[in-house]
């Protein structure tokens, strides 16, 4: 058991920190560094005139080597922007914190001041945090007495991290196997750094004409889309009017309790996936209430570059911001996403993901074999005798539809009204398909109450790779339990792939939920998306099981073409139009461009 972070099998452990600044989207300028040797105490201060100059780290690499930070990628990044080598292991404490109190109701905010308060190391909490981070956002020029405060600043950051080790240590003392998580979050901690320095190509032609345009773009957006709706009046949604719209479509909506209609997005989004046609309604809304061109974080290069925000979720996913993620606003947004002159993007995503984790895990093999062959949704219709066997999705689509909302719906507990109202039918055979499911799935049915009876219990869930959460008893939904296996499983699997894919030298952009997202010259790129698949297949079977592979579906842009979401593509063709005839009057009026500005 390691009981003290000296204690741990590294030859080299040094505690790091980097201070940095620039504008959201761009490679991060460096301020400074400051490194503590634990193995004797040493600290070294480094400013960025001196970094400069130096053509490989101040320390030695090699996986003898251990890093010890607070949010890692911060300090991957800077490394990165120096051209320095990232060969080294890393003990982030953001994530080992983040690990051991996930579930804590008591604990909200993950920064190093919480994590120092929570193991009582109160004295080491630097005093005048913000004060120093606005002198060092502001990017100098600094003074010789800032310059040596903001040095201070920076060792005071280090100089807490072995003793803020010490006390996890203490507090649950590390075998083999927890440093070894440990590790592989450290691994994945410095994937996250890459993706973050390389960003995802952007149209950046298309994007500053839209800035400029947007304002207009907006109102004439409404007038577009509301010629099929019929809902907005002087540019303002009206409930009512969206009452008599869904009358007049027989569009069974859901209501509060007081009758109303639910509006909220996540209602919207639900809906809009049951009934086609709202989609192009539900873009628009949420075009206008979320989306706001300048938060994207794009650079100077065109990369749109911003925090993954890595272990966020209960669930241990990523929760970047959706306002400076380009994957975060409405669908249409992505189109955005283009490939530089020369170059391909792969966007690959593992197919029916959590049906997959669902079946191995539970040990279901009737489940699996609905997995393995192709149509999950299909397949449970054919199992539970509801239809032939000899039955397709295009013979029975209407059976189908009605399987995939349940096969989909258990995961997250959703009861027979919300079946109901999902597929489009009534709540009675609603009910008897869930029943069908439960006596067809026994044993992924008995696994998952059980899941949700140790959460409930305030008793501890883990992952196999050791993501635990553990709530106490009351504190949280119960549904949670059931969803919360496959979504933490599916995160690992997303970590280790990323992990193989940049540590065999892909081009890793980013990791979308249950997909990854890369960059390739066009002559490399299907190498590279074999390379890719081989990484995702190799994690899937690693938190899935021996001879448990979760299937990988692949797409290709080449440049000239742009990425593109379907379910964003009417909603960017139409904007486009608008556009370009936005573009086409400040043509004629160069000098009137009032109505267009931002």
Known sequence: MYK?????????????????????????????????????MEISRVWHDQLLEMNTTPFNIGENTALITYFAPAEIQSMLALNWSTEVSILDLFAEFRCETNGNPNVSRKTLVNALSYYELNHLIPEEKEEM??????????????????????EQDVIALSPLFDAILKQNPWSDLRLNQALLRGRYMK????????????????????????????????????????????????????EAY????????????????????????????????????????????????????VGQDGRNRTLLSPFAAKTGRNQPSTAKFIFGPAKWVRGLIKPEMGMSLAYCDWSSQ???IAAALSGDELLWKAYESGDPYIAFAIQAGLAPSEATKESHKDIRNRCKTVVLGTNYGMSAYGVAQAAKIHVLEAKSLLQKHRETYKKFCSWADNNKNIGLLGLRLETCFGWPIQVEAGHIKANTFLNWPMQAHGA??????????????????????????????????????????????????????TGKICRVDAEIVKYPDRYMDEQGQEMWDKIMILLAKGQDQLSRYPRNTDAFST
């Open 246 to 297: 869904l009358a007049q479509q027989n569009i069974a909506w859901p209501r509060l309790d007081s009758g109303r209609l639910m509006l909220d997005k996540d209602t919207f989004s639900s809906m809009s996936k049951s009934y086609p046609k709202v989609q192009p309604l539900h873009e628009l809304r949420k075009t206008l209430s979320e989306f706001k061109l300048n938060k994207l974080a």
């Open 133 to 154: 981070r606005s002198l060092i956002l502001s990017g100098g020029p600094w003074t010789k007495g800032q310059r040596e405060d903001i040095l201070q600043y920076c």
């Open 354 to 356: 959590e049906i997959a």
């Open 492 to 545: 690992e699997m997303m970590r280790i792939a990323c992990v193989l894919a940049v540590e065999r030298g892909l081009k890793l952009c980013a990791p979308i939920h249950d997909a990854l997202l890369i960059e390739s010259s066009n002559d490399q790129i299907d190498a590279d998306v074999t390379k890719l698949k081989e990484c995702m297949s190799e994690a899937s079977e690693g938190v899935l099981g």
């Open 4 to 40: 003290l972070v000296k204690d741990l099998p590294f030859k080299n452990i040094y505690a790091i920190d980097f201070e940095f600044y620039g504008n959201d989207g761009d490679i991060p300028k460096i301020v400074c560094m400051v490194m503590q040797n634990i193995k004797t």
């Open 191 to 242: 994937a996250v750094g890459s993706m973050q320095h390389r960003g995802v190509p952007i149209d950046l032609e298309i994007l500053q004409n839209l800035d400029i345009q947007w304002e207009q773009i907006k109102i004439d957006l409404i007038e577009t889309v509301n010629k099929d709706f019929g809902v907005y009046s002087d540019g303002v949604f009206k409930e009512i009017l969206f």
